[in-house]
Structures are given as structure tokens and as C-alpha cells.
């Protein structure tokens, strides 16, 4: 059946900001989607919050919301835009509830939207624990005993029937949040609460554990005329227990035989067919006794998911495009297969390689938070490695992680030798981030395969394979670079090993290894990811790098760029930086230049093999970037766009002879390197913040004593402000240069003044080496010593004086001069006293580019990209600044609900995944737009509670007072209830925690209060306002933690009274 | 230990054997399945051949008594990226390599597979020879190709089975005319299969349909079948070229109009012969389980499982008496036929699936249905 011709304007909902579970695959899926219907003729229509998307680049759909994905919100888009149909299965579980409400509230019949891919009956058979398990039976398929329960009672009751432990599941929720493991009746009670509130339908499964059965996936697609095929098998190593976004998988499937195989086919396109889903792919996931085969059904998903991304990336199906054109009437049978050109989309892919994914945690942010992995996910992003067997692909996903390994051991980091046997044994039967590294510990030591697979439950086939890595490392310690011949060397290579790793066993160098390598002819060779296994011819340039015979990839005549991108995501680098990269490339494509992409994030656009001329899926280390380099022979790299990730390379790749372009590795120093950048602020006569450089605990006690706290530290070269703290005494920097890495350490520790109360200021530039233009000035909401990527900000600046307007514009232009910027470069400055400071300058792309070109239309990370390759700003006819009449601001989004007993207060360090915009014509409603796309429902009566540290009185005190005129009722605790009472703002009192009861935990959690502000110096000063914080956040009570938000809310409140949110498309402002 | 792999164009691969010491001659073929081996190993179709898997890990799940294909191993020889030696499954029973010592198989790791699987799809498929005894390479292209190769070679009579035998609990059960039937099945239909390599999986679903099945060898000819009078007659698959086994295509010939015949992969190759028709060899064939094919008669697209290295030209068939039902939606190949006045329809792939997807499952209820509406008109 041909493209419906009855339809011409489609609705597609995206996924919002970056949170966990929700990550860039979602823009990948969605820019996919829009560019396919785009293709076919139809006029698309995108709503989606967050502005580092590729999806809502002004080009992409014909109009473009980024407004707050809420039911309100797109009741007015589709009251404008009167679309024909919406697709509400590219954006994740977010567009899939948004949809359903938009039905079950009559919009959808209203305004006769038809749903496409799922009706809503379906992705509620899908969704609800009862209608699904109804669902199997009548397939015959089993799935584990359980109890759908809507009170706490009955799930009390159903955990005593099903018998401990059990998994708790709640309905309706993203990446297993809310859920988890209850091994007895007071963790049941514990998470059943905590379940029923999170679940839109308050309801949960308790349901019985499987925990130690295998666990796979299997991504299907159906079209219009039921022709049904799977795209991907998955394998996690990682037993049932362990969430699938955070297990440890492997495509394809790796021990079942084919009987089970098709089994488990036959049960994934019954579920298809059983639910109800018309078009496009869904994701089953299975649970396989490893004692006797018996097949359970865990879940299905009506829609493109974070495994359907990995499927594509993995076999080079692109499930999402593929799901659109399905959508709108197209059958598999009349899609061409892009890859191959001459086949159709109605096959099956198979592969002739092996896929590994490590998900990556960032533990580290959250120290309170305990490394435990369970049915709620708690990664924030994922790697991806292709290797022609399980060992090479494990190493490549190890070292491709970028937490500093280089590889399954064997480097000399993270060592447990000093491991207690039963120590070990707990690290391996916990699992965990760090248990890969208990692994490697128990294999070192020789503890027996069974032994391990009775402790992890991890597949004997996977620990075999690790067996046999860590066997080799023995044996190559044991030869040593003597022994080290041309044999033992390539099999290493295919086992995955790296240079580094080879380096450290043998006691030599990685530079000592790549020449003993190059030398004996040993260099990878690339192979295409074709998804065919070689049966047919392909055109599409998507290669992985292994040790083998013949190489497929060939370097072309054409003048060509080689984009480094930025790995997997983690917080303080991630979709904002692949936004670049992806635009990079387009631009490289717009100016007939060769693109060449490296990275090895599964999620991104950038991976899409659409996006580049050429895709190399590979690690991002010096070794894998060379070996790149050296068959390529690139004119010009580009490592100025993909975070810190290409940064921290760009020495070496320099200092290797490679070229790269843009700003010059010397000038990055000179801003990075803290003596060189006295010097040259100095030479500008712009001032900074009194700091030093220190390496040792005495230097820095010596230098806070001399600027005088409070004072910022921090270690160098490092990006989301990693590790920084703000200090208020000798104490504080004996605990910063106590921990790990901070003295003696070769990178130095950045210890500043922290000015209190300064506004800081973000500003985004490009510049062509001679003519600076501004891209935008962020003035930022919470006062500096909070990381700017956790700070809300606003575009343009709303209040600084136009006098230091023009004094940031002349100093971010003097330097960009000076430092021979070629390129982007992002400037923070802190504003106090109306005295302007320099905090921070980097010569790159920045966080903040995607939303600058958002809200200004000026694309600059492709502009910079055009400069970059030699053309002047005038040339492309940038030549003055844009200035914009509506607010653009920014709002970040945090992902505390996800881990127990982490506070919520902002600090240096940054803790945000994601961001949001929100846009309008007032400034008021733009910052009520942006707290609604964060999740926030401001309140518009009712109790308001205060409890603000002495300095921050002052600050709230007329925002106290305009919300009683409001009509809100104010509570606070004692001292701020005496400030704002002397100051004639009426006000009740209520007990501190330690005060005796009722307090203010009791108002919380009787739901007395509708709003919380609480402000509280340095980290966990007082667990009362801790308790406050936490207790907001579980009760999903909207909080702020700074006296300046406050102030912006009610701003936004005061705006709301006047008058309604209106939604316009991105294309109106710019 | 060493060993050499020589396509006759004097392509020379470098591996290492897994199963010891060994020789074998024979057509170089690839298989994109990504899993069942131990099906694939035991699939008399591959008779001849020595096959490379273009999934690169094999070995992982080791191999079951329940997942034999027929008693034998068949390939000359299985080449292998990495070969995985201790195997992860419940069903395991045994290691792969010790199954293929046990029938004299060589197998062989540790080469560019994906570079050999390129060259066969560049040249076509080429005679080879797989040596860990001979590693003079001069001598092992020569030897490649001195083999007279697979072309008009009657191979079935190489496969077929000696005596006849029945179906019943899962197992074959000497017999004949119908003496071996499966308990507690009633009024079942009798199908005469023709061994000319049959797979097990195609007697335990026609058994699983209610279908008494009485294997004979390829040789028996067409009065002794209709004698037995069965309700149908069944043409399996089978190695090597359809042009060699001229004996079956007429004793095929005759059948055709006096008993309903299902056909699959050399079995309905052997009735594009029997209708008039022609066969040629394929560059280098279909094997492996994501073909896609459409089934003409009503738009379906199913995925399929595929062995084969000859096929039927649909130019030569007479289009008046024979209907294309099934096409190869990859190159446009024929897939299935069906005769326009005789009960007789046949597939070139393997709805019996071992290994590979079971949506064509339905062809031998079609089957069933053609025996039992024929059994209609009789009566």
C-alpha cells in the first residue's frame, strides 16, 4: 500500500529534556522521523521542549514548538496547527502518556486527530500491568506470577502470596522509576508506596522475582498488512534484576539455540500482533530460566525505545525512519533497504560481528547515593562497541566508557587486589557500576568460572570469554615486550587489548607499542556494517575497526574533516556536544567538504549513519583516533565541538603531527593553563577573581589564606565542574586535597575567590580570528558559585545594565582576538558590584550553543564550522550581532527523584542531565514555560514555606510580599518568619524539624504546602533543611533552593495571573 | 594446528583447525543464519559443500541430540571466525567440535571469514579445499581445481536412505507401506516422502499435522508409490544439482495428476524439471534465514529459511500451466509455484525452517488441505 494521501499534517511529540532512562536516542529516533515524512510530502509539526535537539532545528519540521510537553500545552498547538494525524510513538514514554491524555480527554476527536502507529487502546494494553498479562494468556504465553494492586494493603497482601523477594513495578512510568527489589515486608511497604504514587494509573505489579534468569530483547516491526519482522536480538549479560538500560548487552543473541531463538521470535510478533500495534517497532523483553529454557514475558513497549536506537546502530536498520513511513500507510515490501539500495526493508538483518553496550553511571555526582543497580535505572548514557568477536567488542565498550580505563583491566587502574575474599565475593554478587572491575579481580586471581556464575549469575558463556582476556593479559605480562612477537602481538589486538593496556604489562610505553605494531604490520583494518553480513554489496560508509585480513574502507580524493565526537553521555557532557558535532557535519556537507565522524555513542544523531559522509563507530582514544587518522588522512580535525572528551586529545593528536583546525591547541592552553591566563587577562586589563595554582595541601591552605575565603577549588582539565567544591575554611581544603587525585597529582588544583551573590554571566562567541560576533549573553538566575549547567538563565540578559552589556561585549571580543579564536568560543563572567570578572574562558563549543541558536535562529556551531575551514564571518555574511525582541530561558533538569538520599541543593558541581527552554514575547510567561517544560506545575494558591539562610532574606523579602498579595499564605520557620513579620509581610510560624512536632515535615506530607523555598549555605549544613528538600522532592512538592529562583518564579506566577500561556512555533521568533 | 583454505582462483585463507587433523574437498558456500549450526551441519543439502558461517562465534551453545537434522553431518568441512569451546545451554549436550570429530568433519577458525564471504559474493561460489596435511599452496589450488565439482552430479543417491522407514515418537522407525505409525493419531493422511535428503523437521511437522509419513529412498519409482496409495507425495530437499537426479524427475513426471505433491527446495526444483522446465546455479545461492519472499496469492511478506545454491528459471516454465505463487523479494528469483490443473505446488525454500524463522509454517497446511479436498473429489 502506497503513502496515505488522506493525511498531509502529522503531529510528532518528542521526549523532552535529558533525564535518565530518556536520553538523545529519542532525538535520534525523532529527526529521523521528521526528516522521513518531510521526505514523503507531508507538513510536520514538533513539539518538544528541550532546544539541544537536532529534531527542533528551525530547518527540520515545518513548524517547530518547543514549548512544554503537557497536555494544555498541545491542545493549543493542535487548536492552531489543526493537524490531520499525530505519531506518538518516536518520543518515548513521555509522548506516549502526553498522547493518551490527549485522547482520554476528547482533543484527539475535537479536532479529529487520528492517532497513527497505536491507538490508545493499544498502548493501554501495552502499558497496563493487567490488560498485558490478559493479553498473554490469550497467547499462550507465561508471564511470572503476580498482582496488580492499587493500595498498599493488597500489595502487602500480594507479597505474601507471591513470596519474598519480589519486584515491584509500577504502571505507567520511564525506565523503571519508582520500581525495585523487595527482599522482605518492610521494603515491600517501602516501595509499594513510593510505586503507587509515581504511577499515573496508581498502580503497581508485585510481581515474582526472577532475579538470576537471563534476560533478552527482541526488537520487532510490524506494517499495515501484518508482514511482521525482528530486527535485533539482545543478550544481557547482566542476570534478570538489573535494569535493561543498565545492564551490560550483547547483540545478537549469544547462547540460544535456534529452537529457542524462534521461540522466542514466535512469542515477539504473537505480542505485536496480540496488542494491537499497527505499524512501527516494539521492544519485548524476555526472562529464560537458565536451568530448564522456560520462556516468560517481562514487558513490552509500543514504541521506538533506547534499545530500538542500539538495534539500529547495531545491525544499520533505521528502525525509527523505517517506523515513520510504516505509520503513515507504506508495508515493508515497498521500503527500500538504505544501505544495500537494492534490497527492501522487509528482511531481516543479520550481522557478522559482535555488539557489546556498557552503560555508563555517574556515581560520582551523587556520593550519598548508593552504588546499587536494580530494576529503577540510574545510568546516564551508554557506549557502544562493534568487534568481529565478544572479547575485542568488551575491550572496545570498556575503553570506549571514558572513565579512564583502557579496557578489561590489565591498565593498572582500579585495583582490588587488597580484596578480602568475601569482599570480592560481595562485589560480585551485588551488582553494581564497579562490578566489571570485581570481574577481572576474580578472574586475575583464577576464582573458577562456576564459581563466579554462582555469585553473578552472569552467563557462563560471557565469563569464559573474559576467562579468556584475562588469560591473555597473564600471559602477556609473562612474556613481556621480549616476547611480545608478531603473533602473541596481533592476537592481543584481536582480543581487544589496547596500546595502553599492552604498554602497562610490558613495562614500556603506548608510543613504544604503536611502532612495535606499525612495524610489524600489525593495524586494524575496517569493516562495514552492511546488515547483511557481507551477502549483498552496500553503500553505505558505517565501519568498525578489528584485527583481520581485508579492509573495506578507502580513502576518497575528496578534501575532507574528521569530527571527533563526544562518547557516551554523562552529565556535563552530552547531547549539547553532539548537537555540534551533527551540525559540524552538516555544514561540512553544505560546503562540499568530506565529513568524517568518529564516536561511539549509540544514542546520538551523530552515530546515525545519515548524518556523516563517513561513520567510524570507534573508541575515542588516542590509539583508535590515530589508527583513523593514519588510513584517512584527513585535512583537518575538528575537537573543538564534542566536550572534553576530543579536548583532552587534541595535545597529542597535535603533538602526532595531525592537523587541527580552528582554534590552535596552543591558544586552548593559554585559557586552560591558569599562569598563562593571568598573563593574558592581564595584558587586556581584565580583571579576575584572585586565584592560584597549587599542588600540594600546604600551597593551598598558603593560597586560600592569602585570597581569602570563601574560595572555589577544583581540579584542572576537567568539564561539569567535576569535584568543585566552594569552601568556607582551612577545614574545607584539608577535605577537597584529601581525597583522591587532588594533591601531588600532575594537573594541578584551581583554588579562586568565590564571589558571594555575583550574577553570572554566560556568553557564546565565534569568531574568525579577526572580527568577534556575539551569539548571545545568558545572564544566569541563580547567583555564580552554582554551575552554570545547573543554573537557569535568561536571553537576553533582563538585568544588567546596558553599560555592562557593552563591557562584556568589548572584553569577550578583546579576548577572542587576542587568544586567535577560530571558532566558538564561551566566556563566564560574574557580575558584582557592577564590577565585571572574568571566571572562565574556553575557546570551544559550550553547553549553551544549541540553545543560543534556538533562540537567536543563528546557527553557530555550523557557521563556526565554515570558519573553522577558512571562511571569514563576512563571507557568510555575519557581520552584525543579533538582537532579539522575546525572552529565551533556560531551565535545567535534575535526576534527584533517581537516587535515595541525595540532596537537592545546587552547587559548583554540576547534577543536571537535561534542560529545557521556554520562549515567549514576555518574560514572565517564558520563565513559567520553562518551569513547566521542567516538570514544575507552579501552584496558584495556597501555602507557601520559606526557610532562607540570613543572607538570602533580604532577597526574598518583595518576592514574600507580592505572593500575599497574591493571596498566598505564607509559613516559614522561625527566623525568617520574625524577618518577613518586622518587615509587615504576614507570615504563620512553624517548628523546625528540631523543634518538636508538628513541624514542618508533617505540613509537607499532610500536603499542606504547595510551594517550598529553602535556601541553606555549603552542603548539608543542617539535616532540617535537608529533610525539607528531600521531603519536597518525594512528595513532588515544586522547591527552590535559591533565593534568586524564587524571585524568578513568582515573576513567572505574577505573569501567569495576567494572562494565559500561549504556544508559538520557533520559526515565529526568529 | 595450521591449516589452509584454497578456493581454486588461488584465494588462500590461513586458519587454524579445531577438530584436529583433516582434508576435505569441496564447494565453497556461506551461511548468514546466526544461529543453528548443528541444523545447518546436519541438512543432507549441504552434501559436497564446505560451509562458512558469516556469523563469527560459533560453538556457544554446543550441540543436542534433539536438533539433529537427519544422522549425519554433512559438509565436508565448517569454517568459523572464532570457535567457542565450551558451550552455555541447558540442551547442551556435547562440545561442537567433538561432534564434528565424531563424524569426520574438519572445522576450522581463526581467518577473515567476512573477507572470504566478500570473494565468493565477488566470484561466485568456487571449488575448495581445506587441508591441515597438505600446506603447500601451489599444490592445494591445483588440487581445488582438479575436483570435478557439484554440476550435473546425481548427489542425492549419496544422501538418500537405504531402506524406508516411518516416523513415530520423534524418531525414524524402519518400515514400509505404511507399517510405522505414530500412536494415538486417527484417520491420519498418508504421505509418501521421497528421501532425497529430507530433513527431520519436515517429518515431525507433516507427523505434528496429522500426516502418517512412509519415507522411501530417491530410487523408488513411480508405481511402487502410488501403489502404497497414499494421500500425497512429498519431494524434499536435497543436495546438489536437480539436472543429476533425472531418475526422480520422471518418476515425478508420472505422479504428477495422480497424486497431490508437495514440493520443497530440490524437490521443487525436481518439478520445474518434471513441468517442462529448466534449472541454472545460482552466482552463490541463498543460505541463510532472512530472505524475504512474497507469497503472490495474498501479499504476505514471510521470512524465510534458504539453502539453496541451483534454481528454477522462471522464463522456462509455461506460464499457462504453471503459477508463480512466491517470489524472492531480494533478486526477484522464483520461490514457489503451483500447478494450474494438477494438485502439485512446491517452494524453493524450507517452510520446515531448523534452523530459521517458522512463518511458513502455513505451506504444509496447505498441503493438508490439497490431500483432503483431492481425498473429497475421489469419493
Redesign the interface.
Known amino acids: 500500500m502506497p503513502k496515505r494521501t488522506d493525511i498531509h499534517k502529522i503531529l510528532i511529540i518528542g521526549s523532552g529534556p535529558i533525564i535518565i532512562s530518556q536520553a538523545c536516542e529519542f532525538d535520534y529516533s525523532g529527526a529521523q522521523a521528521v526528516k522521513a515524512l518531510k521526505e514523503e510530502g507531508y507538513e510536520v509539526v514538533l513539539i518538544n521542549s528541550n532546544p539541544a535537539t537536532i529534531m527542533t532545528d528551525p530547518e527540520l519540521a515545518d513548524r517547530t514548538y518547543i514549548e512544554p510537553i503537557t497536555l494544555e500545552m498541545i491542545t493549543k498547538v493542535i487548536e492552531k496547527e489543526r493537524p490531520d494525524a499525530l505519531l506518538p510513538t518516536l518520543g518515548g514514554q513521555t509522548a506516549l502518556n502526553v498522547a493518551i491524555k490527549l485522547a482520554e480527554s476528547g482533543v484527539l476527536d475535537k479536532y479529529k486527530v487520528e492517532m497513527l502507529a497505536a491507538k490508545v487502546d493499544v498502548i493501554k494494553k501495552a502499558e497496563g500491568r493487567e490488560a498485558f498479562r490478559a493479553a498473554m494468556k490469550v497467547i499462550g504465553l507465561k508471564v511470572p506470577e503476580s498482582a496488580i494492586v492499587h493500595t498498599l494493603e493488597d500489595a502487602m497482601a500480594a507479597g505474601d502470596v507471591i513470596g519474598f523477594p519480589v519486584i515491584v513495578r509500577p504502571s505507567f512510568t520511564l525506565g523503571g522509576t519508582g520500581g525495585g527489589v523487595a527482599y522482605n515486608r518492610q521494603e515491600l511497604e517501602a516501595l509499594s508506596s513510593s510505586g503507587l504514587d509515581l504511577s499515573m494509573t496508581t498502580e503497581i505489579m508485585v510481581e515474582r522475582s526472577l532475579l538470576g534468569w537471563k534476560e533478552f530483547e527482541l526488537e520487532v516491526m510490524r506494517d499495515c498488512?501484518?508482514?511482521v519482522?525482528?530486527i535485533c536480538?539482545i543478550e544481557n549479560m547482566d542476570a534478570m534484576g538489573v535494569h535493561t538500560g543498565d545492564s551490560i548487552t550483547v547483540a545478537?543473541?549469544?547462547?540460544?539455540?535456534?529452537?529457542?531463538?524462534?521461540e522466542m521470535?514466535?512469542a515477539a510478533i504473537a505480542i505485536i500482533r496480540e496488542i494491537g500495534v499497527e505499524t512501527g517497532g516494539s521492544n519485548v523483553q524476555f526472562a529464560v530460566n537458565?536451568?530448564?529454557?522456560e520462556l516468560m514475558i517481562i514487558e513490552m513497549n509500543p514504541r521506538v525505545s533506547r534499545s530500538s536506537a542500539l538495534a539500529s546502530k547495531a545491525t544499520g536498520f533505521p528502525i525509527a525512519k523505517i517506523a515513520a513511513k510504516l505509520a503513515v500507510g507504506f508495508?515493508?515490501?515497498e521500503l527500500k533497504n538504505d544501505i544495500t539500495r537494492?534490497?527492501?526493508a522487509?528482511?531481516?538483518?543479520?550481522?557478522?560481528?559482535?555488539v557489546v553496550k556498557i552503560p555508563r553511571f555517574t556515581f560520582e555526582k551523587f556520593p550519598e547515593a548508593e552504588d546499587v543497580l536494580s530494576t529503577a535505572m540510574k545510568s546516564v548514557g551508554e557506549t557502544m562497541a562493534i568487534g568481529?568477536?565478544?572479547k575485542e567488542a568488551f575491550q572496545k565498550a570498556m575503553r570506549s566508557l571514558e572513565t579512564g580505563r583502557a579496557g578489561f583491566g590489565a591498565d593498572g587502574k582500579e585495583r582490588l587486589d587488597h580484596l578480602e575474599l568475601f569482599e570480592l565475593e560481595s562485589g560480585l554478587r551485588v551488582p553494581s557500576s564497579k562490578r566489571v572491575c570485581y570481574l577481572h579481580e576474580a578472574l586475575r586471581r583464577g576464582m573458577a568460572v562456576e564459581k563466579i556464575f554462582e555469585l553473578t549469575q552472569i552467563?557462563?558463556?560471557f565469563l569464559?570469554?573474559l576467562e579468556q582476556i584475562v588469560a591473555m593479559e597473564l600471559e602477556i605480562r609473562q612474556q613481556g615486550m621480549s616476547g611480545l612477537g608478531s603473533s602473541l602481538l596481533r592476537k592481543s589486538k584481536q582480543y581487544g587489548f589496547s596500546d595502553q593496556q599492552l604498554a602497562f604489562l610490558t613495562g614500556t610505553s603506548r608510543d613504544e607499542i604503536r611502532v612495535l605494531r606499525k612495524k610489524q604490520g600489525i593495524v586494524p583494518v575496517y569493516?562495514l556494517v552492511d546488515t547483511?553480513?557481507?551477502?549483498?554489496?552496500s553503500y553505505t560508509p558505517y565501519y568498525y575497526s578489528t584485527y583481520?585480513?581485508?579492509n573495506?574502507a578507502s580513502r576518497s580524493e575528496k578534501k575532507k574533516v574528521m569530527i571527533l565526537g563526544g562518547g557516551p553521555n554523562r552529565i556535563g557532557q552530552g547531547i549539547e556536544f553532539d548537537y555540534c558535532c551533527v551540525h559540524a557535519a552538516f555544514a561540512l556537507g553544505e560546503i562540499g567538504v568530506e565529513s568524517i565522524m568518529v564516536n561511539s555513542n549509540p544514542e546520538t544523531v551523530s552515530t546515525d549513519y545519515d548524518t556523516s559522509d563517513k561513520l567510524y563507530f570507534e573508541p575515542l582514544t588516542l590509539e583508535d583516533v590515530l589508527n583513523i587518522i593514519d588510513l584517512e588522512q584527513p585535512d583537518g580535525v575538528i575537537v573543538q565541538f564534542g566536550g572534553q572528551t576530543p579536548l583532552n586529545l587534541a595535545v597529542a593528536l597535535a603533538d602526532a603531527g595531525v592537523p587541527i583546525i580552528g582554534t590552535s591547541p596552543d591558544s586552548i592552553d593559554r585559557a586552560e593553563d591558569r599562569k598563562r591566563f593571568q598573563q593574558f587577562l592581564q595584558k587586556l586589563h581584565l580583571r579576575q577573581p584572585k586565584n592560584d595554582t597549587v599542588y600540594t595541601l600546604e600551597e593551598a591552605l598558603g593560597a586560600a589564606a592569602q585570597i581569602g575565603y570563601p574560595v572555589v577549588v577544583r581540579p584542572s582539565y576537567v568539564l561539569g565542574g567535576r569535584d568543585m567544591r566552594i569552601v568556607y575554611s582551612d577545614r574545607g581544603i584539608r577535605e577537597f586535597m584529601a581525597k583522591p587525585g587532588m594533591a601531588g597529582n600532575k594537573h594541578p588544583v584551581l583554588i579562586d575567590k568565590f564571589l558571594e551573590d555575583a550574577i553570572e554571566v554566560d556568553v557564546d562567541a565565534i569568531c574568525d580570528g579577526k572580527k568577534t560576533i556575539i551569539g548571545g549573553i545568558m545572564e544566569h538566575i541563580e547567583e555564580a558559585g552554582i554551575h552554570s549547567g545547573d543554573s537557569s538563565c535568561v536571553l537576553p540578559p533582563h538585568t544588567l545594565s546596558v553599560r555592562l552589556i557593552e563591557e562584556i561585549k568589548q572584553a569577550t571580543r578583546a579576548m577572542a582576538e587576542e587568544l586567535g579564536v577560530i571558532g566558538l568560543m564561551n566566556v563566564q563572567y560574574a557580575v558584582k558590584a557592577e564590577e565585571l570578572y572574568i571566571l572562565e574562558v574556553n575557546p570551544r563549543a559550550s553547553r549553551t550553543v544549541p540553545f543560543v541558536s534556538k533562540a537567536t535562529g543563528v546557527p553557530l556551531a555550523k557557521l563556526a564550522t565554515k570558519v573553522m575551514m577558512g571562511m571569514t564571518l563576512e563571507q557568510l555574511g555575519l557581520t552584525t550581532e543579533v538582537t532579539i525582541k522575546h525572552w529565551a530561558v533556560k531551565e535545567a533538569v535534575f535526576p534527584f527523584d533517581r537516587f535515595k538520599n541525595v540532596d537537592t541543593l545546587l552547587g559548583p558541581e554540576m547534577k543536571s542531565t537535561g534542560e529545557v527552554m521556554g520562549v515567549d514575547d514576555n518574560l514572565g510567561l517564558a520563565l513559567a514555560k520553562a518551569q513547566l517544560a521542567a516538570g514544575v506545575t507552579l501552584p496558584t494558591s495556597g501555602t507557601v514555606f520559606i526557610s532562607v539562610r540570613d543572607g538570602d532574606k533580604e532577597g526574598i523579602l518583595e518576592a514574600a510580599r507580592q505572593l500575599v498579595e497574591m493571596n498566598f499564605s505564607l509559613l516559614a520557620t522561625r527566623g525568617t518568619a520574625n524577618y518577613l513579620q518586622q518587615n509587615g509581610v504576614a507570615c504563620d510560624q512553624v517548628n523546625k524539624i528540631s523543634e518538636g512536632r508538628p513541624h514542618i515535615l508533617d505540613k509537607l506530607r499532610d500536603r499542606q504546602v504547595a510551594w517550598v523555598v529553602n535556601t541553606s549555605m555549603g552542603r548539608r549544613t543542617t539535616e532540617d533543611s535537608y529533610l525539607i528538600r528531600r521531603a519536597a522532592l518525594e512528595l513532588h512538592i515544586p522547591y527552590t533552593t535559591t533565593s534568586s529562583g524564587a524571585v524568578s518564579v513568582v515573576m513567572a506566577m505574577q505573569a501567569l495571573r495576567v494572562s494565559d500561556l500561549e504556544v508559538q512555533p520557533i520559526q515565529y521568533f526568529t | 594446528m595450521k591449516a589452509l583454505i584454497a578456493l581454486e582462483d588461488g584465494t588462500i585463507f590461513e586458519g587454524e583447525s579445531f577438530t584436529g587433523r583433516g582434508e576435505a574437498v569441496g564447494e565453497m558456500v556461506f551461511n548468514t543464519s546466526m544461529s543453528g549450526y548443528q541444523e545447518i551441519l546436519t541438512d543432507p543439502s549441504y552434501t559436497g559443500q564446505i560451509v562458512t558461517m558469516t556469523y563469527p562465534l560459533i560453538g556457544n551453545y554446543g550441540v543436542n541430540s534433539d536438533d539433529m537434522e537427519s544422522v549425519a553431518v554433512h559438509p565436508k568441512a565448517f569454517l568459523v571466525k572464532e570457535y567457542n569451546a565450551v558451550p552455555s545451554n541447558f540442551r547442551s549436550e556435547e562440545t561442537l567440535a567433538h561432534f564434528l570429530s565424531r563424524y569426520g568433519v574438519l572445522g576450522v577458525e581463526g581467518f577473515d571469514t567476512r573477507a572470504l564471504v566478500r570473494h565468493i559474493r565477488t566470484v561466485g561460489a568456487l571449488k575448495a579445499i581445506v587441508s591441515t596435511e597438505d600446506l603447500d599452496r601451489d599444490s592445494l589450488v591445483a588440487r581445488a581445481k582438479a575436483w570435478d565439482g557439484l554440476l550435473g552430479v546425481d548427489m542425492v543417491q549419496q544422501v538418500t536412505c537405504d531402506q524406508p522407514y516411518g516416523w513415530a515418537d520423534n524418531r525414524p522407525v524402519p518400515g514400509t507401506n505404511f507399517s510405522t505409525a505414530q500412536a494415538g493419531m486417527r484417520n491420519p493422511l498418508k504421505v509418501v516422502a521421497l528421501d532425497c535428503g529430507i530433513k527431520f523437521n519436515q517429518l515431525r511437522i507433516m507427523t505434528e499435522k496429522g500426516c502418517q509419513v512412509q519415507v522411501v529412498p530417491a530410487s523408488a519409482d513411480a508405481e511402487t508409490i502410488l501403489a502404497m496409495a497414499p494421500d500425497g507425495v512429498f519431494l524434499s530437499n536435497g543436495p546438489g544439482d536437480p539436472a543429476g537426479v533425472q531418475g526422480v524427475v520422471a518418476t515425478v513426471r508420472t505422479l504428477l495428476g495422480k497424486v497431490p505433491v508437495f514440493g520443497i527446495c530440490l524437490g521443487h526444483q525436481i518439478l520445474g524439471l518434471a513441468y517442462g522446465g529448466s534449472t541454472y546455479k545460482l552466482k552463490f545461492g541463498h543460505r541463510g534465514g532472512n530472505q524475504p519472499v512474497k507469497d503472490l496469492t495474498t501479499g504476505h511478506v514471510e521470512i524465510t529459511s534458504q539453502n539453496h545454491g541451483f534454481t528454477v528459471d522462471l522464463d522456462s516454465l509455461d506460464k499457462d500451466a504453471i503459477e508463480l505463487t512466491h517470489i524472492n523479494l531480494n533478486d526477484g528469483s522464483l520461490e514457489g509455484m503451483r500447478h494450474r490443473f494438477f494438485p502439485a505446488f512446491s517452494v524453493q525454500y524450507h517452510p520446515e525452517h531448523a534452523p530459521g524463522p517458522h512463518d511458513s509454517l502455513y505451506l504444509f497446511d496447505r498441503f493438508v488441505e490439497m490431500m483432503r479436498s483431492e481425498m473429497k473429489k475421489r469419493n
Request: with cysteine; aromatic share 12%.
Open positions: 498488512k501484518d508482514n519482522v525482528i536480538s545478537p543473541a549469544q547462547t540460544l539455540t535456534d529452537r529457542e531463538y524462534q521470535r514466535d537458565p536451568q530448564d529454557g508495508t515493508l515490501d537494492e534490497t527492501y522487509a528482511f531481516e538483518p543479520t550481522i557478522d560481528y559482535c568481529r568477536t565478544f552467563d557462563p558463556w569464559r570469554n569493516k547483511c553480513a557481507a551477502e549483498f554489496e583481520e585480513q581485508e573495506e
